[in-house]
T-cell receptor, first 115, second 113 residues
């Protein structure tokens, strides 16, 4: 069965440090996509970054990068030079590119950036 | 105006009542999804739809039904609400491109007493 696992319920990080949020996934399909979303305390869901299973290079978007290790089935989000505004809930998600075309989410990691 | 609009944004109801949450979108996307968010459980997929005639169950469809009235409208119904359906509900849309991300509505907070 397809599954997304985020093992860190909460993290505390000092401002300006780099942060790695863990995500592992499980699927037998060869074609899939991986996403990260941010949910601030205001509640909206903000798309951060996408990685396709066939992409050769790790995705990057500004301070966000996705450390994609296909053999280990991991898709960790790295935030460089963290800021107070990065405090939020972060969700890893997987899209299955088969007939089902589902998009499933992990349970999330709450990140706290300390001044 | 938001591209994905959910109504109502907040609703308090009683056990046994029928509730409908509505979602409309102006993005022209064919794919629409309903999720519920519970603390510690993340977002769980309830139903999703590729077009008016193609509706699929998600991870937790029991106790819910949906209707895709048009490409732009996707409604979620709780026929007889129960307290453990108290949650934040999100509607989302997606285009057909492979890298297309989900676009979320602002959420509907439902409390069942």
């Amino acid at each position: 069965a397809q599954k997304i696992t985020q093992t860190q319920p909460g993290m505390f990080v000092q401002e300006k440090e780099a942060v790695t949020l863990d995500c592992t996934y499980d699927t037998s399909d060869p074609s899939y996509g991986l996403f990260w979303y941010k949910q601030p305390s205001s509640g909206e869901m903000i798309f951060l970054i996408y990685q396709g299973s066939y992409d050769q290079q790790n995705a990057t978007e500004g301070r966000y990068s996705l450390n994609f290790q296909k053999a280990r089935k991991s898709a960790n989000l790295v935030i460089s030079a963290s800021q107070l505004g990065d405090s939020a809930m972060y969700f890893c998600a997987m899209r299955l590119m088969n007939r089902d075309d589902k998009i499933i989410f992990g349970k999330g990691t709450r990140l706290h950036i300390l001044p | 105006d938001a591209d994905v609009t959910q109504t109502p944004r907040n609703r308090i109801t009683k056990t046994g009542k029928r509730i409908m949450l509505e979602c409309s979108q102006t993005k022209g996307h064919d794919r629409m999804y309903w999720y519920r968010q519970d603390p510690g459980l993340g977002l769980r997929l309830i139903y999703y739809s590729f077009d008016v005639k193609d509706i699929n169950k998600g991870e937790i469809s029991d106790g819910y039904s949906v209707s895709r009235q048009a490409q732009a409208k996707f409604s979620l119904s709780l026929e007889s609400a129960i307290p453990n359906q108290t949650a934040l509900y999100f509607c989302a849309t997606r285009g057909q491109e492979n890298t297309g991300e989900l676009f979320f509505g602002e959420g509907s907070r439902l409390t069942v007493l």
